[in-house]
DNA sequence: CTAGCATTTCTTGCATGCAACAAATCAAAG
DNA sequence: CTTTGATTTGTTGCATGCAAGAAATGCTAG
């Protein structure tokens, strides 16, 4: 898998130090897993740069909760917890709850179109039962949704969010739940239904039951997941 | 001023760097204004240590939004503009929404009898006219209500935010704005009301219009405050 | 075989030196 | 006085060396 960067949350076009952004896709996309150690001396060798800039990017990526900085032991890739999981998807409900009641009260939204072709592909999708397919089309159906309610601060408290949620583990499974996908793209219609009729409030309360439900999975799923990874 | 930190919205008591944590008091309590140049030397001898500690801790308030780091140039306090004044008090609206909505549907709240006599205490600090008082006492109201709701990924976002939303100039100015304290008090009775009914609808409801309007409030003095500081 | 202890190894924390570059300063020409 | 240019000053970016400490390893005694 040599381009991952179709499923990487951006949105930070203005010269973020590539370092940075190599290690967190690292960790976000799974090529390195939870309890892996990122030791400054080997990434560095690594990236052929020395262990300053590195460390900077550990840092950094600490501070957005990816990995831990245990000091004069080493840093390692973080697991979240259950409960975090469970705080982490009463956020996204929020944030995404906003982002469509802003987008229902913006003038002329762009992203409309977008979004009403990605459920038109999601159909496609579920008709042909391409679940990677699909779950790339869930991914890109909330990111154009909270790009689209225009607050830049959203976006970044987002992504910071969605990252750390581990989009891949976390989130896919979720999808493979059988029934959930035919009732997930009626949502979805369901969303633009309410933002195109610029009812701010049906259209908020419509995307937080979607995430709501698609949240219990969530979890449901890491916990699952949990049982088959660490049985202690 | 020897003693800031009761102002401090810490709840991270894990052991971070002592070193970022004076840094960034001096950029929310004003000590250092936007603008201001932060240069690395300087700090490293201020504080005694070297330069790489302090550049580490001023690359965190960078990605904090509290400073801008120009390459080669300097570090600089830095100040939100209009817009994203206007953005975050969306998402402040939508963070303290969802706390008192979380709020209601905890089993026992014990933070509530300390809303109680918050509320009391705000009441005597209006009757007095004591507007500093009063200021700190919203302050802890918002910020009671918020670690109440017992989401701990939700507290961080918050504290980043408020962070970025300098307290001090943005937030303080807004309540001597005249008529708006005996409302906001009035408020922040609603609101415990609509908690202690376990009603968490009408709990959010009530708390995003209560925060809205004093949003309002606060983007317009900051527009002024602009006005007085930079004619440009 | 087991338990305890010394040692070795591996990691991050911090200090420091130098390079790259931007911007301010100052001098000289017109 | 203005403008243009070279020079000086100041700043961050990065590499590297050493210290402190944690954890793994191996050795020794029982």
Redesign the pocket.
Known sequence: MQETSTLGTKSKPDSE?PLLSRLRQMIVTGAVQPGD??????LAQDFD?????I??A?KQLEREGLVE???????FVRKPTQREIHEMFELKESFEGLAAGLLARRGPVPELQQLRENVARSQEAVKNDDSELYSHLVHEFHSTLVAGADNRKLSEHYDLLMNQLAYHRIVSQTLSMPGRLQNSVKEHQAIIDAISSKDPLAAELVMRRHVASSGQSAVLAALHADDIDQPG
């Open positions: 130090p150690l990122l030791a400054e001396t080997a740069v020395s262990r300053t800039p460390r900077e550990l900085v245990r000091a004069r032991v080493g840093t």
